[in-house]
């Protein structure tokens, strides 16, 4: 089978080379290419003939998946596959599988140093320090808060975990309760009673139709005021305009990592420039530790399907 990996994973160039060798010996060709293709047309050129594709979180569109006649496995070393179109996939009778936990604890993480960012006001003692302003500076602290988790996946459970340390009170939401939740004293409660009591929300879902707005007008206005939304999740999951009016109203607060579209954010893009709102570049999964984790999965996927079993499949 060849074998192409279209995106660089940003490993160690020796971890690439020692799985090359070891899909050559087995009689594959493995091919890698330490760049992202510039449109669609490139990609299709990578895509040639090829049996295997690794591929990251860059578009992958119905056009460059239809021109791939050979191609029966698409391994994505990402979790979420919304930027991958589902139905060319399913169309062509693609087998998709994902990389899903290996940047759990990264986005954990990056959930609590957004918290500590707005809380601490991290924005206003920038501004204090190079610009000459005088924000009060007087800031909060996680411990006591009452910490609202939508979504308990592998990583609203690692936020839990992390949370407990904090002495936080913990209500999580999920359309799934898990007994692993409850064993760690966290009460399930309904939507509404998490939007309307949490200090601090974090979201935990995928984007899917479904999803799109899960927290829209409606539940945005019944958080408590001066509430805190952190989504490290999926941009699309929430209305970013109308939250954007609300941080702007000064009655809520957030922490971003996600977006509506990748970075760079259009100067007219409502959260670029709103009020008490501390924006991250998508980097929520982006740690040496996960890379190494991601590449390691994406591997096992391979391994696997050569010896005829499919694992972290994505049914569609």
Same mark, same amino acid.
């Given at each position: 089978?060849?074998?192409?990996?279209?995106?660089?994973?940003?490993?160690?160039?020796?971890?690439?080379?020692?799985?090359?060798?070891?899909?050559?010996?087995?009689?594959?060709?493995?091919?890698?290419?330490?760049?992202?293709?510039?449109?669609?047309?490139?990609?299709?050129?990578?895509?040639?003939?090829?049996?295997?594709?690794?591929?990251?979180? &860059?578009? $992958?569109?119905?056009?460059?998946? +239809?021109?791939?006649?050979? =191609?029966?496995?698409? #391994? *994505?070393?990402?979790?979420?596959?919304?930027?991958?179109?589902?139905?060319?996939?399913?169309?062509?009778?693609?087998?998709?599988?994902?990389?899903?936990?290996?940047?759990?604890?990264?986005?954990?993480?990056?959930?609590?140093?957004?918290?500590?960012?707005?809380?601490?006001?991290?924005?206003?003692?920038?501004?204090?320090?190079?610009?000459?302003?005088?924000?009060?500076?007087?800031?909060?602290?996680?411990?006591?808060?009452?910490?609202?988790?939508?979504?308990?996946?592998?990583?609203?459970?690692?936020?839990?975990?992390?949370?407990?340390?904090?002495?936080?009170?913990?209500?999580?939401?999920?359309?799934?309760?898990?007994?692993?939740? &409850?064993? $760690?004293?966290?009460?399930?409660? +309904?939507?509404?009673?998490? =939007?309307?009591?949490? #200090? *601090?929300?974090?979201?935990?879902?995928?984007?899917?139709?479904?999803?799109?707005?899960?927290?829209?007008?409606?539940?945005?206005?019944?958080?408590?005021?001066?509430?805190?939304?952190?989504?490290?999740?999926?941009?699309?999951?929430?209305?970013?305009?109308?939250?954007?009016?609300?941080?702007?109203?000064?009655?809520?607060?957030?922490?971003?990592?996600?977006?509506?579209?990748?970075?760079?954010?259009?100067?007219?893009?409502?959260?670029?420039?709103?009020?008490?709102?501390?924006?991250?570049?998508?980097?929520?999964?982006?740690?040496?530790?996960?890379?190494?984790?991601?590449?390691?999965?994406?591997?096992?996927?391979?391994?696997?399907?050569?010896?005829?079993?499919?694992?972290?499949?994505?049914?569609?």
């Amino acid at each position: 089978m060849k074998i192409s990996l279209v995106n660089p994973l940003e490993i160690d160039d020796k971890i690439i080379n020692n799985h090359k060798e070891k899909l050559e010996e087995m009689g594959h060709e493995f091919i890698s290419y330490d760049d992202n293709a510039k449109d669609d047309d490139e990609l299709i050129e990578r895509l040639k003939d090829t049996d295997i594709a690794i591929v990251t979180n &860059k578009v $992958l569109s119905a056009k460059v998946i +239809d021109a791939s006649k050979n =191609l029966e496995l698409i #391994d *994505v070393a990402f979790t979420g596959v919304d930027h991958i179109d589902l139905d060319a996939v399913k169309e062509n009778g693609i087998t998709l599988v994902n990389a899903s936990g290996y940047s759990d604890d990264s986005v954990a993480e990056l959930v609590i140093g957004l918290t500590i960012a707005v809380m601490r006001k991290f924005n206003a003692n920038n501004a204090n320090i190079f610009d000459g302003q005088s924000y009060n500076l007087m800031g909060e602290t996680i411990q006591g808060k009452k910490f609202g988790v939508i979504g308990t996946g592998n990583i609203g459970i690692k936020l839990i975990k992390i949370l407990k340390a904090f002495d936080c009170e913990i209500l999580a939401y999920s359309r799934t309760q898990k007994d692993e939740v &409850k064993d $760690l004293g966290v009460s399930y409660v +309904d939507l509404d009673t998490l =939007l309307k009591e949490s #200090d *601090v929300i974090s979201l935990h879902i995928p984007n899917n139709k479904e999803t799109k707005h899960f927290l829209g007008k409606e539940e945005l206005d019944k958080m408590k005021e001066n509430a805190i939304l952190i989504n490290c999740a999926r941009g699309p999951v929430v209305d970013n305009d109308y939250l954007a009016e609300l941080l702007n109203d000064d009655k809520l607060r957030a922490g971003i990592d996600v977006f509506d579209m990748e970075p760079p954010l259009p100067e007219d893009y409502p959260l670029r420039n709103a009020k008490n709102t501390v924006l991250t570049n998508h980097v929520g999964f982006y740690t040496k530790e996960a890379m190494a984790n991601r590449a390691e999965i994406v591997f096992k996927n391979i391994y696997e399907y050569l010896n005829g079993n499919v694992i972290n499949e994505i049914k569609l």
